[in-house]
């Protein structure tokens, strides 16, 4: 294989296109930071940052859910899917899911509950995906389907529309399943499904997903992330669980006043969007260059080109970014809510630099 250097004239942009995870704390929130910062509050969720915070969620969803605020999204969806299930009960999930392949088999091994992942290309699951396991049921030879665990955004950066989300709800209600939703990167299914509140309701409680983990730190948090419980009443044992599963955080108010300022002025649904133009603006500068392989544009803030080894090589030593299938040389670039045009800009120089038609 032949080396590829990119020119020496060219910079690298500032900020780099390979994860929303690799991005800053919007400065929104560090200002909620510093100001909770200020005195002494009550542990344990005891402060009025948490009150206020779990008050605010409640207008969120137009409705009086339960929230519990945790540290970080794995333990978020153990946390969750721990007051969803009883013993030998199962998840059934998407094999791309991130509580499948990417939590290390924590669901597994601190919910001691077997995941049952379904093939998909798309990464989203469809009622019939339910209907399939309808044999398992009743059987004492076999796990109980009792939680569906669908992600939105998915780790394919594709969406259930507001539809598809009620109809497997009412698919696995039927079949006396819940559905939990992993949402890491809801702040972009919202800005690409709507761009409002109501949009939110409509894919998540309207919808009727009864537990919901509603990410930020994708977004512009520093860490902690919210358990939503639609459903309150699978919230009846959720404090105990919470500190059992580690995710009671004694300064809670760190989290919470991070979710204030988040949630005020629906400042989380605009990152959303601002994370999902920039990814539209990289796609509409570089979709013409046809090795690249980009048949459609991003549905929210990720695309998935091809890159020959040689020109890959030498554009990720330069600005790093994700492999993400090495059989298809297909990469990932992934962009934040803070990625700004100059970003874009230098990164398609170094691909047109590489990749001039």
């Known amino acids: 294989m032949s080396s590829l250097v990119l020119p020496a004239h060219l910079e690298p942009p500032t900020r780099l296109l390979s994860s929303d995870n690799a991005s800053g704390a919007h400065p929104l929130v560090l200002q909620a930071l510093t100001d909770a910062n200020s005195g002494h509050a009550l542990a344990y969720g005891n402060d009025r940052y948490t009150h206020n915070a779990e008050t605010a969620f409640?207008?969120?969803?137009?409705?009086?859910?339960?929230t519990r605020f945790a540290f970080g999204g794995t333990g978020a969806n153990v946390m969750a899917l721990a007051n969803m299930l009883q013993p030998a009960e199962a998840?059934?999930?998407s094999s791309w899911s991130h509580i499948a392949v990417d939590e290390a088999g924590a669901p597994e091994r601190f919910l001691g509950a077997k995941l049952i992942d379904l093939p998909s290309a798309d990464a989203k699951l469809r009622p019939s995906d339910l209907h399939s396991l309808e044999h398992l049921f009743g059987s004492e030879h076999h796990v109980q389907p009792r939680v569906v665990s669908i992600t939105q955004a998915t780790e394919l950066g594709t969406l259930y529309t507001?539809?598809?989300v009620k109809d497997l709800c009412a698919a696995a209600h039927d079949m006396?399943?819940?559905?939990h939703m992993d949402g890491a990167r809801i702040c972009n299914a919202v800005g690409a499904l709507g761009g409002s509140r109501e949009?939110?309701?409509s894919f998540t409680i309207d919808a009727g997903v009864d537990v919901l983990t509603f990410g930020g730190t994708k977004t512009g948090l520093v860490f902690g992330e919210a358990v939503v419980f639609l459903n309150t009443a699978l919230a009846s044992r959720s404090l105990y669980i919470r500190k059992q599963s580690t995710q009671l955080y004694s300064k809670m108010r760190y989290i919470s006043a991070q979710y204030l300022a988040f949630l005020q002025d629906d400042l989380f649904i605009k990152l959303g969007c601002a994370s999902n133009a920039a990814a539209q603006s990289l796609y509409d500068q570089v979709r013409h260059i046809k090795s690249l392989n980009l048949t459609a544009p991003p549905v929210v803030n990720s695309?998935?080109?091809v890159l020959e080894p040689a020109v890959h090589k030498a554009l990720q030593d330069w600005s790093f970014y994700w492999d993400w299938d090495a059989k298809t040389n297909q990469v990932r670039w992934m962009t934040a809510w803070d990625v700004e045009d100059s970003d874009i800009s230098r990164f398609v120089q170094g691909v047109?630099?590489?990749l001039p038609s």
Do not use: G, K, T
Request: contains cysteine; hydrophobic residues 55%.
């Open 91 to 93: 998840v059934v999930c």
């Open 199 to 201: 949009a939110l309701r």
């Open 303 to 305: 695309i998935y080109p």
């Open 352 to 354: 047109q630099a590489l």
């Open 176 to 179: 006396n399943m819940l559905v």
């Open 58 to 66: 409640s207008e969120l969803f137009d409705a009086d859910v339960i």
């Open 162 to 164: 507001a539809q598809e």
